[in-house]
């Protein structure tokens, strides 16, 4: 088992090229268990090879200082380090009081095992991002017992006595956090210990955990802890129920005794198949503080409560071609520091976030120069399934280019600051079961600028309630954002386009094709009362993260010198729409728009109409979006 590692070195940088690491011979062949030793005693520009095979961590590793190391993996990139340990001495359910609480179709296909016999004692919590254990079988994360096992129940009426009329998407309800429910299976969820449910309580933009108080079965009534406001018709689900292990997969831990439960997959031996129960929850697996000129290389990182990586100032830091899996919060952070390198990784299934990068000033528009490519991000927002999504840049002077982001119920990214860029990406399947929502999504700031999307493919962004959701969602303000040279393949639905845009204003939408869309862009006008009233509210705190009105800025951005002088102005030109049922919804007189022109598909695909053949004569550019994509990657090689 590794300890916890903090190595304090000094050594000459040697810059490393991206994707020559391989090829360089190790020099020191070690154990994770060594790698201190080996990081003391390494030369300037030194390899290490850590050997092959699964490392069970119980405590992180920390590298301060580092300059000049490589460190990769062994056995063929096949070095993991996990945050788990195996669970084994299943045994076949027989209790007659427990087996009565379970299904009849289920009984005698459930087993168990006693983690305080094996010495797993830290349970952590079942419903908290980073505290909550995770089980696995043969690397496939197994479902905490939940019910329904897909989807939600809806509430028909909030029952609280102090009602909340209806607002401004229409919903009504009550501030006191109980509600009535139809389906008599919830009854049995009287005699649980720990009942919890997860749902989207009054907006469908935001979902929380509660503990169930109390069900009243006689009148079909079910009170949660917290909260101040539940509307009719809201959705939820429960979890952590014994009752409801029902189906192949599902697991349930009495903290009391420590007994773990488990309804193993179809075809799975309990005795011989690899179940693993995490216990790490430090906030990462292996941390880099103010490290220089270091390559981390191949490596995976599995199964822990909580996250991975975590890149901490410094310099040159390059993370390549490794991989992030099963883990139970934020997989990879970067937090400052200059010019630091993410590509050719692969992050799957993820209890909240995948890749979060910050760096640069604002103030002084000093770039970060960040980077993240040729890596994907995919089943991401697993356990909290809003504002977590796959890849966040904030600050100033940070890229994403040729990456995949997919299969995330709300939003997949943001760019948050100053001169930010995402281009050649394909962004697919999210947005999925969140409302007022985009694959792209940005709100209340305006002084964020210089934010462009160029190229960038999105495909089947289509979920959405009672607003909808759009490719991109430009919300509350937000302005000066260029969106251009994109395809936007069935993307928006109700009442947004491929492209939403609520109250912004200076927006640039060009050369475009939308294939496919109910509309190209989408509108939600402020007005110039709401306008002004809100940016008289928020300039105070806009103002103490960037001078709107030094000549810099308003060099940088000359946009932006007609702020709140053409409330909701923005400009849409030189788009295509194939097969979209119109250019606007909800088209305001203010908008400047020229040269977007309509036709039908005829059968063909999107990527015909990028052809230089159609865009030439409609005196649109070039739109190479379909060239959008990862173009290295070694995990992806067979898929």
């Not at 340990?85 to 168990?112: A, I, T």
């Not at 002084?447 to 089947?460: F, K, Q, V």
């Not at 190209?520 to 993260?545: C, E, N």
């Not at 060099?555 to 979209?580: F, H, I, Q, S, W």
Request: glycine share 10%; hydrophobic share 35%; proline share 5%.
């Amino acid at each position: 088992m590794l300890k916890r590692l903090t190595v304090i070195i000094c050594a000459m940088a040697l810059p490393i090229a991206a994707g020559a690491l391989q090829a360089a011979p190790p020099a020191h062949n070690v154990s994770p268990e060594d790698l201190a030793k080996a990081i003391e005693s390494a030369s300037p520009g030194d390899t290490i090879c850590l050997s092959g095979g699964t490392h069970q961590l119980t405590e992180p590793i920390t590298i301060i200082g580092a300059k000049g190391l490589i460190i990769i993996a062994g056995g063929e990139n096949k070095t993991v380090l996990s945050g788990s340990v195996p669970v084994k001495g299943w045994k076949k359910l027989r209790d007659r009081k427990l087996l009565s609480r379970l299904r009849p179709e289920v009984r005698g296909k459930v087993w168990w095992t006693d983690l305080k016999g094996q010495g797993i004692s830290d349970f952590g919590e079942p419903a908290k991002a980073g505290k909550r254990p995770l089980l696995y079988c043969d690397g496939a994360e197994q479902t905490l017992a939940r019910y329904p096992n897909e989807g939600f129940i809806i509430s028909p009426k909030a029952l609280g006595e102090t009602i909340i009329p209806p607002v401004e998407n229409g919903n009504s309800g009550a501030q006191e956090p109980v509600f009535a429910y139809e389906d008599p299976r919830i009854d049995s969820w009287v005699d649980e210990k720990e009942p919890w449910t997860c749902g989207y309580w009054f907006y469908d933009w935001i979902d929380a955990c509660k503990p169930i108080e109390s069900i009243d079965v006689k009148s079909k009534s079910m009170t949660v802890v917290g909260g101040k406001a539940y509307r009719h018709g809201l959705r939820f689900f429960g979890f952590n129920l014994f009752c409801e292990i029902d189906s192949p997969g599902e697991w349930y831990l009495d903290r009391d005794s420590g007994r773990l439960y488990w309804y193993p997959p179809e075809g799975v031996s309990p005795a011989e198949a690899a179940t693993t129960f995490s216990i790490l929850r430090a906030k990462a697996m292996l941390t880099l503080k103010d490290c220089e000129d270091v390559t981390i290389s191949g490596l995976s990182f599995c199964e822990s409560r909580r996250g991975a990586l975590k890149v901490d100032g410094g310099r040159n830091v390059r993370i390549l071609d490794c991989r992030f899996e099963n883990l139970g919060d934020a997989a990879v952070k970067v937090e400052g520091g200059e010019s630091h390198l993410i590509d050719g990784c692969v992050l799957r299934h993820l209890a909240t976030s995948g890749v979060t990068m910050k760096g640069g000033d604002r103030a002084s528009f000093k770039r970060a120069n960040h980077v993240m490519s040729n890596t994907l991000v995919e089943d991401y927002e697993r356990f909290k399934r809003t504002y977590n999504g796959a890849f966040t840049g904030s600050g100033c002077g940070i890229t994403m280019h040729h990456c995949i982001l997919r299969d995330g119920p709300s939003s997949a990214f943001t760019l948050e600051g100053n001169d930010l860029v995402a281009e050649f990406n394909i962004i697919e399947k999210v947005a999925y079961e969140s409302d007022d929502q985009g694959g792209f999504d940005l709100y209340l700031d305006p002084s964020m600028r210089g934010i462009e999307m160029r190229y960038n493919l999105w495909r089947d962004i289509r979920g959405g309630t009672r607003y909808g959701v759009a490719a991109i969602r430009l919300d509350d303000l937000i302005s000066g954002v260029k969106i251009c040279g994109n395809v936007f393949e069935r993307c928006g639905s109700i009442e947004f386009g491929g492209v939403q845009i609520h109250g912004g204003s200076e927006n640039t939408v060009e050369d475009n094709l939308f294939y496919d869309c109910p509309y190209a862009v989408s509108f939600t006008p402020y007005g110039d009362s709401l306008w002004h009233a809100t940016w008289q509210r928020i300039a105070p705190d806009i103002s103490k993260k960037m001078d709107m009105q030094s000549e810099e800025f308003l060099t940088r951005y000359p946009e932006a010198r007609a702020m709140g002088k053409r409330v909701d102005v923005n400009v849409v030109r030189n788009n295509l729409l194939v097969d979209c049922d119109s250019l606007f919804f909800r088209e305001t007189v203010l908008q400047i728009k020229a040269n977007n022109t309509s036709m039908r598909s005829e059968g063909r695909p999107a990527e015909y109409f990028c052809s230089p053949e159609v865009l030439d004569p409609l005196g649109i550019k070039r739109i190479p979006a379909f060239e959008a994509g990862i173009e290295r990657n070694i995990w992806l090689k067979d898929e």
